[in-house]
């Protein structure tokens, strides 16, 4: 069997940090802490506890609003801080940042390398497809109205927008559980299917719900769906995720300024007549950023 990435990857992209800290002449000692694997966020609050840490940046790899992509991680951060008892240090998560220049930008770059990597002569004619990770229809308005799949809708269009694309699609993946319990749809297989009965002879996926390669990228996209893209006769080439790209180092450092500075958000600027989504992320020690969100 195999591994997931993601460790190689945080410890990469936490370099990276590091070194965008020190550029900035910020001594910040940074920690790492997982919520199902090794090493655990109550081991990294406990060790900033020992180290007499008493205020720290929480920032996630998730750039979305919504249970599983925002409030989860304030439980995690409310859990942390029990474990480590009454000297825990005070943790601010940092807002979340879908529609943050720098995110923008890897994308937008990531997908023109995608449509290079395709034949010359199918480039102009390429679908492209952004997929994230679909949730149940009874979680998508826990955090606000369908937040989570208006965020992703609207940081797909940045990068549509950005990267010269007037017509693109948005789906859904790796939807797990029972098949009568519905989840968000199309699905990104359902829809290659869909475009090569249509006559698509290529594909550019965008894995925008992902700032890594998790397994969800590098064996359902990577592996499963381009298997199915070549059974399909479409050619198919995959966008990479930021993973430990330097530009994701300064997204995470530019937060921390907005909050420590008190200075107003980094924002792509939305396209003319396009509706803005509620925009969140700032909370102290767990608290929910909005009342609109709920965790039961």
């Not at 990267?163 to 948005?170: E, I, L, M, N, S």
């Not at 924002?267 to 709920?294: E, I, K, W």
């Amino acid at each position: 069997g195999g591994m997931s990435p993601l460790n190689r990857i945080n410890r990469a992209l936490i370099e990276q940090l590091a070194a965008e800290l020190a550029d900035r002449g910020l001594d910040l000692p940074v920690y790492f802490g997982n919520r199902n694997w090794e090493p655990y966020v109550e081991d990294a609050v406990a060790a900033m506890r020992d180290n007499g840490v008493r205020r720290a940046a929480v920032f996630t790899t998730s750039a979305w609003g919504g249970y599983s992509s925002c409030a989860q991680y304030n439980e995690d951060i409310a859990r942390g801080r029990a474990a480590a008892g009454e000297h825990a240090p005070e943790l601010v998560k940092l807002r979340q940042y879908f529609d943050h220049p720098l995110f923008v930008e890897m994308f937008v770059e990531s997908v023109a390398a995608a449509k290079q990597a395709l034949p010359a002569e199918l480039r102009e004619q390429a679908r492209l497809v952004f997929t994230a990770h679909s949730i149940p229809l009874s979680a998508r308005s826990r955090c606000g109205v369908d937040l989570y799949a208006r965020q992703v809708a609207y940081a797909s269009r940045l990068v549509a927008h950005r990267a010269g694309y007037v017509d693109y699609d948005q789906v859904w993946q790796s939807r797990s559980g029972p098949p009568q319990v519905p989840w968000l749809e199309p699905d990104v297989a359902d829809h290659l299917s869909a475009l090569a009965a249509e006559g698509a002879q290529a594909v550019i996926v965008c894995p925008i719900g992902f700032v890594a390669d998790h397994i969800e990228v590098v064996w359902d996209l990577d592996n499963e769906l381009r298997q199915q893209a070549n059974e399909l006769g479409l050619v198919f080439a995959r966008a990479a995720t930021p993973n430990a790209d330097r530009r994701f180092a300064r997204l995470a450092v530019d937060l921390i300024d907005e909050l420590h500075e008190g200075r107003e958000p980094s924002r792509a600027q939305a396209p003319s007549g396009v509706n803005v989504p509620p925009r969140y992320g700032f909370s102290v020690d767990g608290a929910l950023c909005t009342p609109d969100c709920s965790t039961f």
